[in-house]
């Protein structure tokens, strides 16, 4: 059997790089049914024991990460050394001083350890600043040593790059990538080479349908897993049944022709690919293995035939709509359910709301400017949302370092939290100022506008101007009507 890659993620932390996924052990729960907590952590060594020494998890996955916990502590003193990757997801909504202390304590609880290698967080929604408290929050947790490095999943490349920027020390995306997915190969890759963050791909097999079971088969209209129900809708998205067939089919004829499995051509081209470290291959511990196929990825070269015929194949597609994660945030969800009822039972809105009276609502985003100088961060009257000249701070900090880009992304964020807690939407916006501190940066800032209002275009104006506090370097104003 070939010699199983490695990548480094972080000092001391290094991963194989076809990472066994846990996500399905929350599946094989569904409808009430139980495991047998041992013998599925029992079910994990043999994947260790093939050098496939990494597997993934999250707190929500059912009983992964007691599974996991089991298994680490079944072994013995001489044994390679396994890592146990896991995640937080938390509710939307405001983040307590002491929630990612909890959130670290049951995962070291569960997972019997006395650190986590590497807990990656994932953001509903980013127009709630929580999310950024949260990382500030692991950070901290991270300098104590309870968690070894920091990660985050379903992040997109304008998020992922407001936390960098403002020091958080991110060494992981994990995010969706294959051949049905290629939002994680532009910008991101880009993003991820500039600041030495690595991607963890997941979605690489299409929870199953990039395989030979799936060639010319017709289109299903009921699937057995919430892996497959979700990545259906990808297919959907992408083209449909019939141009997916189309890709099958050259998946396949390079996998015949190199001798090897469909799965392994899929796997290798993502690992192929910029910034991957590694690709997150699902198990059903105890009912289905697929260890010898997952080593074999390691004996495989795709040559500049398959290359040519792969890159053919998915240009043939259409690109899944928007950047890595947003699935999860935008319509239209590709989740099993199409939705996020499965997820989330409520949002609560970003900022607290003051009801004045005469049909005047008032959102308040706490810092201290508000209350010294004696406004709000946003007021609606009637249909009209007027949002207050926003800069990138999040209670008494500045988010996005020196990063102008960073720093227009944060304080959009922000009129975006401001017009959802009072019932509009960032589509609402008719106008924006932007007032950039250096005319030096009005390019990037410029970009960024472009990019967060590409399809509301309102009007606007661009000017520079003396920002109160030098390390301001971009402060916005928007005006919206709400409509029906």
């Known amino acids: ?3 199983v890659e490695r990548r480094t993620l972080g000092p001391g ?13 929350a599946d094989m729960e569904r409808d009430g049914r139980t495991l047998d907590l041992d013998a599925a952590a029992l079910a994990m060594a043999p994947y260790a024991g093939a050098g496939l020494t990494t597997f993934d998890m999250a707190d929500h996955y059912g009983s992964a990460e007691e599974i996991a916990g089991r298994f680490r502590a079944s072994r013995d003193p001489g044994d390679p050394a396994v890592q146990l990757l896991t995640k937080w997801v938390p509710e939307p909504g405001a983040v307590t001083a002491g929630a990612a202390r909890g959130a670290v304590t049951r995962a070291l609880t569960r997972l019997r350890a006395e650190r986590v290698d590497l807990m990656q967080f994932h953001a509903w929604r980013f127009s709630d600043a929580s999310w950024l408290d949260a990382l500030g929050q692991l950070a901290d947790l991270r300098a104590e040593g309870l968690v070894g490095e920091l990660g985050v999943t379903n992040f997109d490349t304008a998020h992922l790059r407001v936390a960098l920027a403002s020091g958080i020390p991110l060494v992981s995306n994990q995010v969706s990538c294959s051949l049905l997915d290629r939002r994680a190969q532009g910008r991101m890759a880009a993003l991820c080479g500039e600041f030495g963050v690595q991607l963890l791909a997941y979605g690489t097999l299409a929870g199953g349908l990039i395989g030979e079971r799936w060639v010319g088969a017709p289109e299903p209209r009921q699937l057995a897993t919430w892996s497959q129900m979700k990545y259906k809708r990808f297919v959907d998205a992408a083209g449909g049944w019939a141009a997916f067939q189309q890709l099958l089919e050259a998946v396949r004829q390079v996998a015949r022709r190199l001798g090897t499995s469909m799965a392994s051509v899929a796997t290798r081209y993502v ?3 910029p910034a991957v470290a590694g690709v997150i291959v699902g198990a059903r511990l105890g009912l289905s293995e697929h260890i010898a196929g ?12 398959a290359r040519d015929a792969l890159g ?8 899944i709509p928007g950047d890595c994660g947003d699935e999860y945030r ?28 005469d049909g005047v609502r008032r959102a308040f985003s706490g810092t201290s400017w508000e209350s010294m100088a004696g406004y709000c961060r946003a007021v609606r009257t009637g249909d009209r949302i007027l949002v207050s000249g926003t800069t990138a701070t ?3 900090r500045v988010v996005g370092g020196a990063d102008p880009a960073a720093q227009a992304h944060f304080a959009i964020d922000k009129i975006a939290g401001a017009i959802e807690s009072l019932g509009g939407r960032l589509a609402d916006v008719v106008r924006t100022r932007v007032f950039v501190q250096r005319i030096a940066d009005w390019e990037a800032v410029a970009r960024v506008h ?12 661009l000017v520079q101007a003396t920002l109160v506090g030098e390390e301001y370097l971009v402060e916005i104003e928007a005006e919206a009507v709400v409509r029906g």
């Open 294 to 305: 997952n080593v074999a990825v390691f004996g495989l070269r795709l040559d500049d035939e």
């Open 330 to 357: 935008v319509p239209p969800f590709l989740t099993a359910s199409g939705d996020l009822s499965h997820h989330l039972a409520d949002v609560p809105p970003p900022f607290p709301v003051r009801d004045a009276g």
């Open 1 to 3: 059997m070939p010699a």
């Open 312 to 319: 053919a194949a998915v240009a043939a597609l259409a690109p």
């Open 394 to 396: 999040n209670g008494s």
């Open 271 to 273: 690992l192929d690919q």
């Open 450 to 461: 472009g990019e967060r209002f590409a399809t509301i275009q309102p009007a606007n104006t």
């Open 13 to 25: 932390l290094g991963i194989s790089r076809v990472v066994t996924g846990l996500w399905q052990v």
